[in-house]
């Protein structure tokens, strides 16, 4: 065994040549059995073996520096620097996170999880580098998937102009999460097709030095790749073909749908945890869309790299036909790609995560608001409940969506309410229409929602009382329920319960109204309070004597938090909420 | 005369071949007429005449649709479909705004005023057009200087992938704003220079079909060029060679210069009103940049595509040599540059308009903050002093930028505090730092500012008094005076005046402290109340009496607007500020 005695690159180079493939089986091995057991991004770390301990035999990391892309595939990288343990040892699976962190080890140098950085990240070091005189390699590697994002192409661009040492690994899997789209695509077949020795080169056309690679996966010839571009003198493209899923047969077969994945059974790569059959918001979105789509050919549904958002399988997809549009890791274009088919009379509906939605305020603002158009968003893990590594948070779409004028935001308490206004926000003209999916489980309420919410920031009274009013926006409108019961148990006090359903939008009469028999107000709303629905509400008492109580999440980058810690760390209990109330009523 | 009796498409089209030519002289003269009186984006349009001309001749618009990136290059347009008098008759000059506006006319599409997004809403009108079974012609019209952006890259892979009718006319004046950057422009050197024969080409290495026109400024050969890919069923590049400032010997010579000008003299080109030598934040900015670079060779200026915004004029570039960056419009690529500048040891310092910074919350978020790299963004033109098109406005930076975790974004009032604010920023190594650079006019005060804003949310209580205290950010400070003045000259009121300097934080000590002896609160600030700062102000204070009045500007997209009536609109001066403290004091 070599992997086991690796604690620091040195160890990788003390290996001959003749070693390295015993050492790539073994690394190969452990990682499986570690994602089997803990589940994370299988397909991209076990097509990276190879590459990783080739660019750790020939570099010299941390002194040569090397970024990875998202950091999804920096699996390996953490197994040979240092972090070995990490997926040995099940009771430290989790003392390393998924992603590159420079808290972790000298030789991360970027906290990563958004595609299509990395080239631009590594030109800062390139420049910092060159101005102090430095002599290191730079290294950015990047696959193929986060080649479709501008910021990726507007770092290679510039890369090219540096014209000092800069190493681009394009780690070419033929594939993004799911299939790859996109013109470039097909340049990139052209290239594998040829030995990269076709004239028309994407690389090359943007000014970059150019080799490929067949053998993605053999260490060797990596290496030999590796050595002959180290020290270079430009900007250079290693482009290298790759298998995703290397090693693992369900993993190479199944692509998209071992990406990431759930801890499974090693033998025929069945899921350990039997299948949830809860019903799921991607899954509803995407039956919903499919029969509008089988009623007016002018709906179409839009995903930037991610089809499973809007449920969209492979089987969905073909059934949608062209009326799917999966337009790659592209999220500005999906927002402008939205707006255009709204302007030309289609009924688009984007669907996107909270975290990557932030790719598109400019897109939001300009493409879509200033023009009004009534194309359809949908904002999906928008909430505490959603993801929780520090970079796919999904706390900040309000601040980013809300504050944009033009645009309509809403928020659906609940699975009724949702499909109320989605079928709304489709059929009308007017408006440029976001809708924040609610996070968590499906919640069903048996009440009739209101079905047009063209009337704008019309709040609805759910439960008309005295006092206290509680707005309790979106998902946590069950929040506000448990403070009214706990309210009346506790202090006897009938609260009203105020349903806003708009986040964009104050309904001053209705605000006016609650000042006669109110003395508090609270808001509750599932993301940062920074910039959010609260304080619009706060503002608008700020004049008046109506005390204002404000809940949602402190403003910071919080890191695989655990979602009832950090509610509680925020006080978003009922309980806490109604100590707060009580204090205030009683003038502290 | 034939331009005179143009009043729609259909009248250049009644035009032989052999007219066409007086018809863009004329044209070029009456474009010159008003810009030289009226001042507009002069090298743009003059470069686009024939190629304007030679669209209307071929293309049947509006049934076929003509998308303008930028759209600063689509006067021209406007004569051609009905609005040629507002180029005729300078008591209407201002009866049309400088970019596309469907509001204007059925032959505009969208509104537009940023770039790189031409091709992307042009894909939405081609999709929507396919799903409804149209089959008219879908025209792009995108500067090479706009395709250093990310959204026009996603826009180009993605239109391949249509597989339908869509004409991408590259305008290639071999000019940005400034000289372009990125490996890109080699590329487009090269295909100039093999007339468009060179194998490696980027668009076809995007899967798009492509033409070459030497000729960009002949309108014949135009017109046969757009004749043959009419009604083409492949998305195919039509790259044009064109001459910016076309006709009109100082914008040919000085192309940098005459990008956007003031009325000037037709003879020379001298401007009309004698040069402005009041003092500029830009020109300052630059000085004090440069100053910097001259002690500290880790320090560099970073420009995305308007190196004016650092007062970085083609000469300070050269002194500044490889410590001044312009890496294009590439705004993604400029804040994660500077984030990895920053990380390998450098000082970058980023100089962006307001209205651009737009396009980069995720780099922000992501490769910056959750990073914590100390870079510094000056931020320009975040005021209603600022640009006043819709697509330029200076109001949404603070929502922006100042609910993102770890930024720390600060409002100077004032000359000297913003050049200690841009002293401290560069030493320190701890956050990542945006200033506001105040809008309007250089205001000098002649007091010690802090030099160490290390200890972050601290604010500066300037005038210490009671019963109303004003918090007034960055460049409202100013306001901030006056409304204590008159407080006092009519009420008789000492009232407190604090200068915040942090936007990104409160300062509860101070403002728990003012409690004690003070009723009411007001925040000022210069830009959009929604997700701003007063909001903060207004959510801490929510839970206690103090009664708190925020002062900014109504979220909205105020277009071509007049500063002094848009803030009177909202409420902003000394008169009505006070008029509401006394109301609100007085118990109404």
Same mark, same amino acid.
């Given at each position: 065994m070599y992997a086991e005695n690796i604690s620091s690159p040195r160890d990788v180079k003390r290996l001959s040549a003749e070693q390295l493939p015993q050492l790539c089986d073994e690394i190969r091995r452990i990682l499986l059995e570690k994602l089997s057991r803990h589940g994370g991004h299988i397909g991209p770390n076990l097509g990276m073996v190879e590459a990783t301990v080739a660019l750790h035999y020939v570099f010299d990391s941390p002194s040569d520096k090397i970024v990875f892309d998202v950091s999804h595939q920096s699996y390996v990288h953490k197994m040979l620097t240092g972090r070995m343990e990490a997926f040995l040892d099940p009771q430290r699976y989790d003392s390393v996170s998924g992603y590159t962190n420079p808290r972790e080890s000298e030789h991360d140098f970027f906290n990563v999880g958004h595609t299509s950085t990395s080239v631009s990240l590594a030109c800062g070091l390139v420049k910092a580098r060159d101005l102090q005189g430095g002599r290191e390699n730079i290294i950015a590697v990047i696959g193929d998937g986060s080649l479709s994002g501008g910021e990726a192409y507007e770092g290679l661009s510039n890369a090219a102009e540096t014209g000092t040492n800069m190493i681009i690994v394009v780690n070419d899997n033929e594939m993004s999460i799911a299939e790859n789209h996109g013109g470039l695509y097909r340049n990139l077949q052209l290239l594998r097709d040829t030995q990269g020795r076709a004239e028309c080169n994407f690389f090359r056309s943007l000014g970059l030095d150019y080799l490929y690679v067949e053998q993605g996966n053999d260490v060797n010839a990596l290496a030999e790749a590796f050595s002959s571009v180290k020290d270079c003198t430009r900007p250079t493209v290693v482009h290298i073909h790759t298998c995703k899923g290397k090693g693992f047969a369900p993993a190479e077969a199944e692509k998209e749908r071992w990406h990431y994945g759930a801890p499974f059974r090693r033998e025929g790569g069945t899921p350990v945890a039997a299948p949830a059959d809860d019903e799921d918001y991607h899954t509803l979105t995407?039956?919903?869309?499919?029969?509008?789509?089988?009623?007016?050919?002018?709906?179409?549904?839009?995903?930037?790299?991610?089809?499973?958002?809007?449920?969209?399988? %492979?089987?969905?997809?073909?059934?949608?036909?062209?009326?799917?549009?999966?337009?790659?890791?592209?999220?500005?274009?999906?927002?402008?790609?939205?707006?255009?088919?709204?302007?030309?009379?289609?009924?688009?509906?984007?669907?996107?995560?909270?975290?990557?939605?932030?790719?598109?305020?400019?897109?939001?603002?300009?493409?879509?608001?200033?023009?009004?158009? %009534?194309?359809?968003?949908?904002?999906?893990?928008?909430?505490?409940?959603?993801?929780?590594?520090?970079?796919?948070?999904?706390?900040?779409?309000?601040?980013?969506?809300?504050?944009?004028?033009?645009?309509?935001?809403? !928020? %659906?308490?609940?699975?009724?309410?949702?499909?109320?206004?989605?079928?709304?926000?489709? !059929?009308?003209?007017?408006?440029?229409?976001?809708?924040?999916?609610?996070?968590?489980?499906?919640?069903?309420?048996?009440? %009739?929602?209101?079905?047009d919410y063209g009337i704008l920031d019309r709040y609805r009274t759910v439960v008309e009382g005295d006092t206290v009013a509680i707005l309790a926006l979106g998902a946590f409108f069950g929040l506000g329920e448990a403070v009214l019961r706990r309210l009346k148990t506790e202090a006897g006090i009938d609260a009203t319960l105020v349903n806003p359903r708009y986040i964009t939008g104050l309904d001053t009469a209705l605000l006016e109204n609650l000042k006669r028999s109110h003395r508090v107000v609270i808001t509750l709303e599932d993301g940062v309070l920074d910039g959010g629905f609260g304080e619009k509400i706060a503002r608008h008492y700020g004049p008046s004597p109506m005390r204002v109580l404000n809940y949602g999440l402190r403003k910071e980058f919080a890191d695989r938090y655990a979602a009832a810690e950090l509610m509680r760390a925020n006080r978003l209990s009922d309980e806490l909420i109604v100590e707060d109330i009580l204090e205030t009523l009683n003038g502290k």
């Open positions: 995407g039956e919903f869309l499919l029969e509008k789509m089988s009623r007016d050919p002018r709906v179409v549904a839009i995903s930037s790299g991610t089809p499973g958002v809007l449920g969209f399988t %492979p089987e969905n997809r073909e059934r949608a036909g062209r009326q799917f549009v999966d337009v790659g890791i592209a999220e500005e274009h999906a927002v402008a790609l939205a707006s255009g088919i709204a302007a030309g009379g289609g009924r688009p509906v984007y669907g996107v995560y909270s975290t990557f939605i932030q790719r598109c305020y400019d897109q939001l603002s300009q493409d879509l608001c200033i023009n009004g158009n %009534p194309a359809v968003i949908t904002v999906f893990l928008g909430s505490v409940m959603g993801m929780n590594d520090v970079t796919h948070l999904g706390f900040f779409d309000i601040p980013l969506i809300a504050n944009i004028p033009g645009m309509v935001y809403l !928020a %659906p308490t609940c699975r009724e309410e949702y499909f109320a206004m989605l079928e709304w926000a489709l !059929a009308q003209r007017e408006h440029p229409v976001a809708i924040r999916v609610p996070g968590g489980a499906v919640v069903s309420r048996n009440e %009739p929602f209101e079905r």
